[in-house]
C-alpha cells in the first residue's frame, strides 16, 4: 500500500492505481468522460486533468499512476479553468438540443455543462454539421453531431465484445465515428454502447422517444433470459416497462447485458397474450372463473386422483420460492413422487461473456430445492402414455412447446397451468391460472455458478394492490394517466405461483401460512442445506452464493 494526499486528505492504495482510480476507491469522482472502469485507458477527453505537486504541467488522473507521497489537487483554479476550457472546445460543435435528446437528464456532458463550465459561449461562427439519424445497426442509432469521441464505444466492442465493429474516420473536427463499410453494429452486446456513452449520440432505436428519463421509475431486479442473471434495472412509465438496462454488479455482469436480454425479456409481461384472469376450458368452450371457484375446482380434481395418478411439473422459470412449495405441497398435499423439471437449453448459444446456453434463469435453484428427479421426467411420460398417471399440474412452463410432450398431454384427465401468457400448454389445459411474471413479484432465481439473487416487482398487478391496500397504484399513477397496461377497466389478476399453491393447499386442508415470498423463502433457507442462513437481507443487491454449490441435498 502506498499513502498520498488528495484534496488535503491523506490516503492509501494498492500501487499500480492511477489517481482516477485512487480516488474514485474513496468515493471521490474526478470528472471524466472517456476513461471506463473496466475498458483500457485511453486519456483523449482531457477532463480529468488535475494538478500533482512538484509536476510542473496539470495531468490526466485516468493516465497518471499514484506514487507514494504523491499530493493532488482536484479543485484548484488552474484545474478548473483547465476544466472549463475542455467543456467549451466540447460544446462548440455540439448541437445543444437537449430539449429533444434520449439521453437528457442521464447525460454526462449535460451534467457536467451545469457544474464546470462557464455557461456560454464565446463561439460565433457556424458549427460543424455532420451526419444524423445514422442506423448504425438493428439496435443503434447515431447523432454523429453529438458525438465528443470519446471512444468508449469504440473500445467497448474491440475489448469486452471482442467485435472490432466501430471506428473513426477523418480528422480534426471532421472526425466521424462509423461502422466499416457496409458492416453493420450487430454483435450480440452492441446495446451496451448506448449505456456508456456519456453523451446522447448512440440511443435505442427501440426506445428512442417513447420516454423521458424522469418519468419512469428503476427497479433493481434480474434478467430472466439465460442462467447468467445478469443484474439489470426496469425502467416502468405507466405500470408498462419501456426498456431494461444493466447494472452494476462485479459477481454477475459487471456494468453489461447482452442485446437479447435487454429486449426480448419483457415483451411478453407488456403483451396482449396475457391470461388475465382464471379460465376454465369446459366443452370446447373458455370461461373466465372467479380465484376462489377456480382454487376450490382444483382442490376437488385433486381429491378424485389417486397418487400415483398426479404428475407435478415444477419450472426453470419459476423462482426457487415457487420450486420450493411446489415440491412441498407434491410430496405433503398430493403424496405423489412424480416431480419432474425440464430443461431449455440451445446447444452452442454461449459465450465466453456472458450469454449461457441454459436459456432459463433458476434451473440451478429448481434442482437445488428439489424439482428436478433425475429420469423423472421420461417415467412421467411413458405413465402418463399408458394411461396411470391421469392428472398433471404445470407451473410456469410451457412443456407441450416439446412435441413428445405435447403428444401425451391430451390423454391426461384433469390437466392445470400456472401461465403468464397463452401458449402451447395452456391450450391444452383444462383449468389456467394467471400467474405474475417475473416483473410483478418478489423471489429469487439462482443462477448457473449457485448465485442467489433477487427479483423485484417493477409493474404491479391488481393482487399487489390489494395486498397494498392501493399504495402500489397511487405511487405509479403520479402522473394522472392510466396504470393499466391494457386500458381502463381489465387490469391484469395475475398472482405469484407461491400464493396459488398455498391456497389450494389451504382448500385441501394443509394450513400453509405465508404471507409473503419472504416468509417462504425464510422457511426453504431453514429447510435447503445449500440455503443455509440466507435471508432477502444477505442476498442484497448482489446476491450470495449457495452454501454448498456442488449438492442438491434437501433435509428432511
Ligand atoms: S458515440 Fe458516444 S461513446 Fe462513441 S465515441 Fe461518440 S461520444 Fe464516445
Ligand atoms: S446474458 Fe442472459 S441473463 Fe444476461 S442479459 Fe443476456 S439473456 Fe439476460
Redesign the pocket.
Known sequence: MITFTIDGKSLQTEEGRTIIEAAREHGMDIPH??WHPKLSMSGNCRMCLVEVEKLPKLVIACGTKVVEGMVVHTGTPRVINAREAVMEFLLINHPLDCPICDEAGECKLQDYAYKHSVGYSRFNEDKQHKPKRVELGPHVM?DTE?????????R?CAEIAQAPQ?T?TQRGDHVE?TTFPGEPLDNPYAMN?ID????G??TSREFRFRARVWEMSATDTICPGCARGCSMHSWVRNNEILRQTPRYNPDVNDYWMCDRGRLETFKHVNADTRIKTPIVRKDGETIEMAWDEAIARIASEFRVFRKAEIAVFGSAFATNEDNFLLQKFAHEVLGTKHVAVLPHVVPGDEDALLIRADKTPNWRGAVAVGMANPGGLDVILKKIREGEIKAAYVVEDNIASDPAIAAVLPRLDFLVVHATNENETTRLADLVLPAASFAERHGTFTNFEGRVQRIRPSVTTLDQDRASDGLAMSRLDRFGTSFDRWGRGTKLDARPSWKIITAIASVMGFKYRYAKAEDVFAELASTVEAFKGMTYRSIGNRGALLAAPHEQHVRT
Open positions: 468522460f472517456c447515431l453529438r458525438c465528443i469521441m470519446c471512444s468508449r464505444c469504440v467497448f466501430l473513426f465515428l454502447t456508456i456513452c456519456p453523451v449520440a448512440l
